[in-house]
Nanobody
Framework: QVQLVESGGGLVQAGGSLRLSCAASGRTFSSYVIGWFRQAPGKEREFVAAISREGTNTYYVDSVKGRFTISRDNSKNKVYLQMNSLKLEDTAVYYC?????????????????WGQGSQVTVSS
């Protein structure tokens, strides 16, 4: 079992940057694929990015490619989401999630553990 805690959200102007962190408990963090999802008011939760267990493979939704970067440090049990060139439409609650195993899924149903979420608000 793994517990996840997000941090780093906040209010930023359009074009600015934020870095979200996801801290995980447990000794087997490197056995989990980690994904970031987001949910805006009135919308369904959507996939943002995911990273394989050893960090060698990353995946992004088209709308954030070239602007967001997911990374992980297994020695620190942390995953990061660097968000640059933020847009108004990036405003949402961002969640990190963990999935035990090798296959990297981009749908939320495959993820077993979730953090509480971190609010990101982009203003004009």
């Amino acid at each position: 079992q793994v517990q996840l805690v997000e941090s780093g959200g906040g209010l930023v102007q359009a074009g600015g940057s934020l870095r979200l962190s996801c801290a995980a408990s447990g000794r087997t963090f490197s056995s989990y694929v980690i994904g970031w999802f987001r949910q805006a008011p009135g919308k369904e939760r959507e996939f943002v990015a995911a990273i394989s267990r050893e960090g060698t493979n990353t995946y992004y939704v088209d709308s954030v490619k070239g602007r967001f970067t997911i990374s992980r440090d297994n020695s620190k049990n942390k995953v990061y989401l660097q968000m640059n060139s933020l847009k108004l439409e990036d405003t949402a609650v961002y969640y990190c999630a963990a999935q035990y195993g090798m296959i990297v899924y981009i749908t939320s149903q495959q993820y077993d553990y979730w953090g509480q979420g971190s609010q990101v608000t982009v203003s004009s």
